[in-house]
């Protein structure tokens, strides 16, 4: 048996305009995905049923790209502690420690590109083809990531990543980004609406509006800026800026209808103790972040409004070998 993990994310900055090429900052959080594959008689199996492309499309394409679909079948369980089609990375993560799992298994190498790579086209396979690396990068990578469309002197650039998308060829450059030492002081409260929201529709909804409305563009261009802004305020431990700069790019991603009245109620009970707060991920439901040195006020001012909350560190590490499975 081998098992892998790696962590959820939560975008800071940029999600959907990330889509378009604008820059996005993510940091992993403290909860992961756990995936074991053992040989089994038969067939393919996926938590005791049979692998499916429909419902484990994520699965299928990597199986397929590392193994061949015709390899040994195998029977793979899966652990997750992040809420599920919220806007986590949960599917990414899924990717990020299947793919690891997989290579592990024949023996390859564990090369953090390829990992990154390999999830990233399994996402976009899943997603009609429009997917960033940020969810995948930052799976693999941990830590805060940032994906520009040009490499960034203030940040650690990694690697290239190019995408066949219905609008045509995208690249991304993805970087590490060092946080200073004050940055341990300061939490992320994940709230969660408890609203299941599926990412592939949403990034269909962004890019049927933006085709009936080009000027919309405005508010992807300005996500950008403020994406660029958040990271420079982030890495100088300017935590008022950031949030200030969250509480924009909440508004911004509003004006492009991915947010609800779940999570603008969320935001708003969560900036009362926090620097800023936003929705994160693809919204229409799912969940929203604030920024805080007071993770305890905001996580019981968000639990009194009934949402599930994550209190995380900025950044976990990114996808590791288990030496053992606990399920
Ligand atoms: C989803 O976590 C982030 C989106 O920007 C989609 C993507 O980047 O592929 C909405």
Known sequence: MVTASAPGKAILFGEHAVVYGEP???????????????????IWKMDGYALESGRHPHVVSLRN????????????????????AAGLGSSAALSAAGCAALLSLSNQDLDEERIATLSHLAEANAQGGR???IDTSTSTLGGCVLVSNQKESFANWRYSRTLETPEGERMWEVHSVDLPPSASDIWLVVGYTGIHASTADLVQKVADLLANSPNKMESISRMGDVARA???????????????????AHDLLSSIGVSCSELDDMVTVARRTSFGAKLTGAGGGGCMLALTDK????????????????VTPLGASGVVMENSYEN
């Open 24 to 42: 996005a900052v993510a940091v992993a959080i403290d909860a992961r995905v756990y995936i074991s594959v053992t040989p089994c008689e038969g």
């Open 295 to 310: 993770p305890e006020e905001t996580a019981a001012a968000l639990e009194m409004r009934g949402g599930r909350v994550i």
């Open 230 to 248: 958040g990271v420079a305020a982030l890495s100088q431990g300017d935590y008022v800026e950031v949030g200030k700069l969250m509480d924009e």
């Open 65 to 84: 790209a590392i193994l061949g679909e015709s390899s040994e079948p195998q029977a793979i369980q899966i652990r997750s502690e992040l809420f599920p």
């Open 131 to 133: 997917a960033s690396p």
